[in-house]
């Protein structure tokens, strides 16, 4: 950390309120006087100050002019106009023109300073801006999805035509293939990257909060409403939001979305006021949208305002060409955040994952090396490191009867686990009716490990 005092320039002629300036100032700052507005110009050239101080009647170029000029060679610094009383028209000026603050001679030293140290602040405020921003552009520059399968390319140019325009984005496939992660790579590569990337998971959130979530509430609407709260449709204004698990929502909740996907403006709950939104909806579901509105359960308006350019996701096992370089980054990944010194898979365990159907897609690939990693010792992971996957080979040499029940058994822990334990969900996926799957859970001894 930089622990210098900042610089702090003085224009202002007159020498014996310079020497007053500077002899305030050097017990906290670092100051640099100089006598007019062509020295001050020339000193902001060759320093950084983090305030200046500027007094408007000033010899050849005055307070004004000078104040015209720095803010063309440094519009953020925070300039203080410290003028006579009689000048109060031309302080008036500068404040128009920009100027921070503005404090009339004489002055007590507390006021002085009080004001400075704002100036600093918002300096500070700044600096952390322009920085935050930067490292922003610096992290967005690069792609987060990996693939080099044929399939992974087709994504990446159909991401490449379609972020940059204002269309809405269905983007569909099994838990766990990158849903979210292409949703972000669309914003990374629209034109509204430097703004919000709102996510909002519509299936984790109760039904009746829903509504304020999504579009807010003003104070006192509901019970519990204590104070007025922004939603995330505000949030993202000028951005993308992410609407993950768009098919989850209730029919109510449904033709609410309708309306603002065709208004472009909001209500918040117990508003009367519609805001205008200007928002880029990417939604995402791994739902069969066609069996949800033959069956009537999402409306077919809604899904044609949504389903505007769809992207549909292949599961990994459709793409096992991709399966070694994801190991290598995961391994990669996890070695950073575990401290561990893995180096690469032995060609058996290797082989076992190669012949695996993974249901979990990436996220399971994902949690097996993770765990890999944890456990493995030495340079390689082994066959005996990847808990949790089950090959036709591991059950060959049980009864039929049992090996059904073995996998039966894998094969719903798998995808309880995608599910996030999300029984509806997990009883969709599996094409069961909710009570048939809690019965399969206790008979299969599972559950207590997924008591709803
Ligand atoms: N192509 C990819 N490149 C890098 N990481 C990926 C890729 N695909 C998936 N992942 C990783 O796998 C995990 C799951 O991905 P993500 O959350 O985007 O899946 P999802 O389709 O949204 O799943 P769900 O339907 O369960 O919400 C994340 O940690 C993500 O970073
Ligand atoms: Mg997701």
Do not use: W
């Amino acid at each position: 950390m930089n622990n210098e005092p900042s610089k702090i320039l003085i224009i202002e002629d007159e020498d014996v309120m310079q020497e007053t300036l500077k002899s305030i100032l050097k017990k906290t700052y670092a100051p640099i006087a100089v006598g007019s507005g062509f020295e001050g110009l020339e000193a902001i050239k060759n320093n950084n100050f983090s305030t200046i101080l500027l007094d408007l009647r000033l010899p050849k170029m005055d307070g004004v002019e000078t104040l015209k000029r720095i803010k063309k060679l440094d519009s953020e610094v925070p300039i203080i106009i410290v003028s006579a009383s009689k000048d109060v028209k031309s302080a008036v000026e500068c404040m128009k023109l920009s100027a921070f603050d503005y404090i009339t001679k004489p002055f007590e030293v507390d006021e002085l300073m009080a004001v400075i140290e704002k100036a600093q602040k918002l300096a500070r405020l700044q600096k952390e801006n322009t920085y935050l921003k930067e490292s922003l552009k610096e992290a967005s520059r690069y792609s987060d999805l990996i693939g080099k399968s044929p399939q992974i390319e087709k994504l990446h140019s159909l991401i490449r035509a379609t972020a940059p325009t204002p269309s809405t984005i269905l983007i569909t496939g099994e838990s766990g293939t990158g849903k979210e992660i292409v949703a972000k790579e669309i914003h990374r590569l629209s034109k509204r990257t430097n703004q919000p990337f709102i996510a909002l998971n519509c299936a984790a959130i109760a039904e009746n909060l829903l509504e304020s979530e999504l579009f807010g509430h003003e104070r006192g609407s509901f019970t519990g409403a204590l104070e007025r709260r922004i939603g995330k449709f505000e949030l993202a204004h000028g951005g993308t939001l992410f609407l993950d698990e768009v098919g989850c929502m209730s029919a109510a909740m449904q033709s609410k979305l309708l309306r603002v996907l065709e208004d472009r403006t909001i209500q918040r709950v117990g508003g009367n006021t519609p805001i205008s939104v200007d928002v880029r909806i990417v939604a995402a579901t791994n739902i069969v949208f066609e069996k949800e509105i033959q069956e009537g359960r999402f409306r077919q308006d809604l899904y044609y305002r949504i389903n505007v350019i769809p992207i549909a996701l292949v599961p990994l096992r459709e793409r096992k060409e991709d399966i070694p370089l994801f190991i290598d980054y995961f391994i990669r990944k996890y070695n950073a955040i575990l401290n561990k010194k893995v180096k690469s898979i032995t060609p058996h365990a290797l082989t076992n994952l190669m012949s695996y159907s993974f249901p979990g897609n990436v996220r399971e690939l994902q949690n097996l090396i993770e765990r890999a990693v944890v456990l493995c010792g030495e340079d390689s992971i082994k066959k005996e490191h990847l808990l949790g996957i089950t090959t036709e080979k591991d059950c060959a040499l049980l009864p039929l009867q049992d090996a059904c029940r073995e996998f039966e058994k894998n094969y719903i822990e798998r995808v309880m686990k995608s599910a996030g334990n999300n029984h509806t969900q997990a009883a969709k996926t599996l094409g069961l009716a909710r009570s048939t799957l809690n019965s399969k859970l206790e008979s299969l001894g599972l559950i207590i490990r997924y008591s709803s």
